[in-house]
């Protein structure tokens, strides 16, 4: 049930743009992204609905891709204050109040 | 406006004691989830907690127990503790909304080491 990241990580240098992926087995009503920075608590990110529209704030945004399962986190022009590692939540239908967590995807950014 | 807190924030136990860990939700939220994060993991699921009451658990034994007071605030119990017991636990609270899951505002967990 626990839904799939890729990549595992990724180096980027400041500047350069990521895609994160999230993948599940299992039909969704919803895919919550988190930043968890190294020693502090996961940060919400954004919520993703089925049916509902492409999420972003600044430069980073997400899609939920209903027929595939899966949603995408978008980071354009990355900076180096978005290192850390990214969770994806998700949310099954049928399944009230509990988030099935992937395993993360860790990036780190260079100047 | 005091975020969420969690209380102690490290604890060193040996195996088979007990440990009691607290969590103080965000002003204005009414929901606390648990969860446990090994190192390198995401989090997992432990319960939620909501009016008092265990509103949904996740796939953890029953020496995992925990309460939630009037005020909202909530404590996770663990008996028996076990070496693979070890990890940090996050608490986390939202509000309601229309039965499914909110943004959860996280504390900074405790650190839990079992030898």
């Known amino acids: 049930q626990q839904p799939v990241q890729s990549p595992q990580a990724v180096i980027l240098r400041e500047g350069e743009d990521a895609v994160i992926n999230c993948s599940s087995s299992?039909?969704?009503?919803?895919v919550h992204w988190y930043r968890q920075k190294h020693g502090e608590a996961p940060v919400f990110l954004m919520i993703?609905?089925?049916g509902g529209e492409q999420k972003g704030h600044e430069k980073i945004s997400a899609s939920f891709n209903e027929k595939k399962q899966q949603s995408s986190l978008y980071l354009t022009a990355s900076q180096l204050s978005y290192s850390g590692t990214y969770f994806c939540?998700?949310?099954?239908?049928?399944?009230?109040?509990?988030?099935?967590w992937g395993a993360g995807t860790k990036l780190i950014i260079k100047p | 406006d005091a975020g969420v807190t969690q209380s102690p924030t490290h604890l060193i136990k040996t195996r088979g004691q007990q440990v009691t860990l607290r969590c103080s939700p965000k002003?204005?939220?009414?929901?606390v989830s648990w969860y446990q994060q090994a190192l390198g993991q995401g989090p997992q699921f432990i319960f939620q907690?909501?009016?008092?009451?265990?509103?949904q658990r996740g796939n953890f034994p029953d020496r995992f127990s925990g309460h939630q007071f009037p005020n909202y605030s909530s404590e996770l119990n663990v008996n028996a503790l076990l070496l693979g017991d070890s990890a940090l636990y996050l608490c986390?609270?939202?509000?309601?909304?229309?039965?499914?899951?909110?943004?959860?505002?996280f504390g900074p967990g405790t650190r839990l080491t079992v030898l």
């Open positions: 986390a609270s939202s509000s309601l909304f229309s039965g499914r899951v909110n943004e959860q505002f």
């Open positions: 002003s204005g939220h009414d929901t």
């Open positions: 907690y909501y009016e008092e009451e265990e509103r």
């Open positions: 299992k039909a969704l009503y919803s």
């Open positions: 993703l609905l089925k």
């Open positions: 939540g998700t949310e099954l239908e049928g399944s009230n109040y509990q988030l099935i």
